[in-house]
């Protein structure tokens, strides 16, 4: 079976990430600066052929996948199972004010606790192992459905982070130690049931004068 080219897109801004608070599954859309890294996103593939373009149905990653399909008149394809991890009690909450309620439950996300649950909130939250198998197993299924073809998925940090130890084979349990940004430009082959890194943390597009010349 033939090879798929996928680009795997991080969602541009958000406010929330602006003030480092934790979004999960809560429906927060893209700020003017995440606009503008969109749109730059955009023209930065607008030279590359995408047979399809499929997002979390997460309005931040809905509004970025389509700026990218739209010059191409390309559908977004939306798919529940690339949104981000869902974190239960924690999401809405800025950092320090997780760390201060749920302090035991903080402490073993931070020790990288795969197996580990945040206390349930308007959603049940998932473990780390939960949501890497959701998100990986996402990922390759729209890459077995376009062989031979090129796609392009926007998704968020934690689908971004998933896929990432998928290609290197890296433990679960890891430190995160490497970027995860947002309209960064993330490449990925699939082949042999496998996903392949290409290329990681491409955000050139997104330098002060690449976005000025969007203005």
């Known amino acids: 079976m033939s090879s798929t080219n996928i680009i795997l897109i991080r969602h ?3 406010a929330w990430n602006a003030e480092r608070r934790l979004q999960g599954h809560i429906d927060i859309a893209l700020n003017g600066e995440g606009q503008r890294q969109a749109e730059a996103l955009a023209a930065a593939l607008a030279g590359e052929r995408l047979d399809a ?12 996948a389509q700026a990218v399909a739209g010059a ?19 999401e809405g909450l800025l950092y320090a004010e997780i760390e201060q309620r749920f302090p035991r439950e903080f402490a073993a996300w931070q ?3 795969i197996d580990a649950l945040m206390p349930h909130g308007a ?18 299924s729209w890459a077995e459905a376009h062989p031979g073809q090129s796609i392009a998925i926007v998704a968020h940090g934690g689908v971004l982070e998933c896929a990432y130890r998928a290609a290197l084979g890296l433990p679960l349990e890891t430190p995160r130690n490497f970027p995860v940004l947002n309209a960064s430009i993330n490449r990925f082959e699939f082949a042999a049931g496998k996903l392949q890194l290409q290329s990681w943390g491409e ?8 976005l000025d010349e969007l203005s």
């Open 123 to 140: 959603r049940q939250a998932e473990s780390f192992r939960q949501f890497y198998a959701r998100s990986v197993g996402a990922i390759l």
């Open 111 to 113: 020790a990288r606790d």
């Open 53 to 64: 373009v499929i997002a979390s149905d997460l309005q931040r990653a809905l509004q970025t």
């Open 12 to 14: 541009g801004e958000t």
């Open 203 to 210: 955000v050139a597009h997104l330098a002060p004068r690449a």
């Open 72 to 90: 191409r008149r390309l559908p977004v394809r939306q798919d529940a199972a690339l949104r981000e991890r869902c974190y239960g009690g924690f």
